[in-house]
């Protein structure tokens, strides 16, 4: 094993995901390769932040200072003892209405960064043996209708051979710790996983690549679901694939 690989395996160790066997192999190598043990104790660190007791954030001082120093000034010459302790009140609340805010907004970005991790090392373990596909097909008209009774939504599949993209079937994995549809493409002798989560009620969000483990993602959420398009392919690849599908479904 190389580095490399092994850097795309630390994640699912991490996560538990990883055979007994690759675990074992990952392990060999990193013992005797400092770097890349360096880069696990730096993984294991983030996965402890990325907990529910990690993302605890508390504002500095002088946030509060900066909020109360925006606050209309009190009338000295009027104030008494009951007027200073509701400015105190009052500072604290604006205090703790911006930490929050603060921290919704870190917790959000830290889950679609844990979100994406997951979605990396399903793409991952759907490349080990027999797991690529429940159902094997070329025809969405048969990959489509297998996910009836699995899922609350039917996951959009669309037909791409002819432009380069050849459906070779779909499986039931899991994102997150819910349920969600694969659908799988070919281009070359390259693996697509297009993961479709259903999100009602969620707003349509444009296309954003990201690179996670040596792997592109393509990310976006259209008609109520959340989708992920994983691959090594470049990102200029994986981006004409995602704008082929979603012209597919228009059609």
Known sequence: ???DEASILMHALIDGELDAGHA???ETHIATCAGCAARLREFHELHKMMTPAGLRYTAPASL??????????????????????????VGATASALAASGLLVMVMRGDDERRVLGEVV???????QA?????????????????FNGRLDVAPPVAELTAQGFTLLGGRLDYVDAKPVAAIVYRRRVHIINLFCAPAPGSANRSATMESLHGFNVRRWSENGLNLWAVSDINADELMEFGEKFEAALRQ
């Open 64 to 89: 509060r200072v900066s909020i109360e120093g925006k606050l209309p000034a009190p009338r000295l010459a009027a104030a008494s003892r009951r007027s200073v302790l509701r400015g105190f009140a």
């Open 121 to 127: 090392s399903a793409h991952l373990r759907s490349l």
């Open 1 to 3: 094993m190389n580095c």
């Open 130 to 146: 027999q797991h690529l596909t429940d159902v094997v097909s070329t025809d969405q008209h048969t990959v489509k209708p297998w």
């Open 24 to 26: 074992r192999e990952l």
